[in-house]
């Protein structure tokens, strides 16, 4: 039997392995640090199969009623990352004040973006040079979900 959860990450420091696994770090950009980020605005859910840590998500309180979501999830976790993506969407949702979730996704990482798509995010668009990537600037795709679409697809 498989057993999957999400726990609130309470010390930073148990990201670091995360953050230096070449899977996750890829997925990163120029301008921020591979570590976790400390602020009070961000918060940090810790994906966990059979116990065991294999991946994150990133919550960013951008507004009152509306997050930023940022999966980290590891080769191990690759299996499971819909129904981990689920469980990040229902903890989102249960926030009575959360009417919208944003996701956004540096262009080329298509597996990403379709990641999202198929957990029931709508492509709203994209920022143009948004992103600095590798020396290079490239756009970052914006991917949306609101609380509507989420009853609705559930």
Request: aromatic residues 8%.
């Amino acid at each position: 039997m498989v057993s999957l959860a999400l726990e609130h990450v309470q010390n930073l420091d148990t990201l670091a392995e995360l953050f230096k696994d070449p899977y996750i770090s890829r997925i990163g950009h120029d301008h921020r640090a591979l570590e976790p980020i400390q602020h009070p605005h961000v918060k940090y859910l810790s994906a966990k199969l059979n116990g065991q840590q294999v991946g994150a998500f990133m919550i960013v309180e951008s507004g009152f009623v509306e997050i930023d979501i940022h999966a980290m999830l590891s080769k191990q976790a690759l299996e499971h990352s819909r129904d981990f993506g689920r469980l990040c969407l229902i903890w989102a949702f249960a926030q009575k004040h959360i009417n919208r979730v944003t996701a956004y996704i540096i262009e080329g990482l298509d597996s990403a973006k379709n990641y999202c798509l198929k957990l029931g995010f709508k492509n709203e668009g994209m920022r143009r040079g948004a992103c600095l990537k590798n020396g290079r600037l490239v756009g970052v795709h914006v991917l949306g979900m609101t609380r509507r679409d989420w009853e609705q697809a559930k």
